[in-house]
């Protein structure tokens, strides 16, 4: 049973990325608890466990071995269980496809990957403190991308 703080869990091969999302967390000011996930066959295992504590947020890498972003969305979202987990797409990809592909297969926002730590840090607290209840309600592309 979760309590005060918004579980946040990342799922990204690129160790730097997964080391910068977990520092921009600890600085800021916001009650999370963040767990990380080294491709998507870990995340999925993760998430099937009958009794695990479900994610708040969930931050997916499009470009993981093993099993793509793309693929983990495609799962969570056949599953009815993993269906009040707002998914972030986070990725190094800004092509239309990639938008397009995450947007129909039901991710609630897509995130270009920023090269700086401050934007970053704006970036999560953004997305941690969207009250996605609203957010998720009439869901249009224009939303869908995250621009900073």
């Given amino acids: 049973m979760q309590e005060d703080y918004t579980y946040v869990v990342l799922a990204d091969d690129d160790e730097d990325d997964r080391l910068f999302f977990v520092e921009a967390f600890e600085e800021l000011k916001i009650q999370t608890r963040v767990d990380i996930y080294k491709d998507g066959v ?6 099937n466990v009958p009794d695990s504590v479900l994610p708040n947020i969930l931050f997916l890498d499009l470009n993981m071995p093993k099993k793509s972003g793309l693929e983990c969305l495609i799962e969570i979202k056949s599953n009815n269980r993993f269906k ?5 797409i986070y990725s190094t990809s800004a092509s239309e496809e990639d938008i397009e592909n995450t947007f129909v297969q039901g991710a609630n926002i897509y995130i270009k990957k920023p090269s700086d730590f401050k934007i970053l840090k704006k970036i999560l607290s953004d997305v941690v403190t969207i009250n996605w209840q609203y957010h998720t309600n009439g869901l249009d592309k224009d939303n869908f991308l995250l621009r900073l």
């Fill in 42 to 47: 870990a995340l999925m295992d993760a998430l």
């Fill in 84 to 88: 009040d987990i707002a998914i972030a």
